[in-house]
């Protein structure tokens, strides 16, 4: 099998399992641990389809969206499965859409003209927001599995306000440097 399909399939296969994820959390009575596996899974297929595509030595600008579609598509789907059952808080799942969409077209617009084959300007914040909205479906369904919904409410409300911090400080950095960018020299 040639390696790019074979590597391309790897991040593919996290979509399945982000609908499997989500099917649990929306039907299983105490998803947590269902879910715990499941997004083994999903980080095992994260973690190695970039590093197999290093070693392979076959990164591409296709590739670095699939895996950054990929990973939105987990990330806003556990979330949204995650809102409908109460758990999770709506305002949060603008903060995430907001992000990924400031994140995409900050890209586009700083990468214009580079050579890199990633279609994507990381930058140090943003990769810690990034992060943490991964990790965010499985912290909330901890927090609910173990915590009593009062302290499960405020612990929630205390995690989500420090990420959304973490994405606002993440785009204030990306807009002023696309603005900066933007202005003639003098």
Not at 43 to 48: E, G, K, Q
Not at 63 to 91: E, Q
Not at 168 to 173: A, D, K, M, N, P
Request: hydrophobic share 55%.
């Amino acid at each position: 099998m040639n390696k790019r399909i074979f590597v391309n399939a790897l991040t593919v296969s996290r979509i399945p399992l982000a609908v499997l994820f989500c099917c649990a959390v929306l039907s299983a009575a105490s998803p947590f641990f269902p879910c715990i596996f499941l997004f083994a899974g999903i980080a095992a297929s994260d973690y190695s389809d970039g590093k197999l595509a290093r070693k392979y030595g076959i990164q591409s600008a296709a590739g670095a969206v699939l895996d950054v579609a990929a990973d939105f598509f987990f990330i806003l789907s556990a979330c949204l499965s995650l809102h409908s059952r109460g758990l999770f808080p709506g305002w949060m799942l603008a903060v995430i859409l907001l992000k990924f969409l400031e994140f995409w077209g900050t890209s586009a617009v700083l990468k214009r003209g580079g050579g890199n084959a990633s279609a994507f300007l990381f930058d140090p914040l943003g990769r810690i927001a990034a992060v943490l909205f991964y990790l965010l479906p499985v912290l909330i369904l901890a927090l609910s599995h173990f915590l009593p919904a009062g302290i499960r409410q405020a612990a929630s409300a205390v995690l989500c306000a420090g990420m959304a911090a973490c994405a606002i400080l993440s785009s204030i950095w990306r807009i002023s440097l696309l603005a900066k960018s933007r202005r003639p020299d003098p």
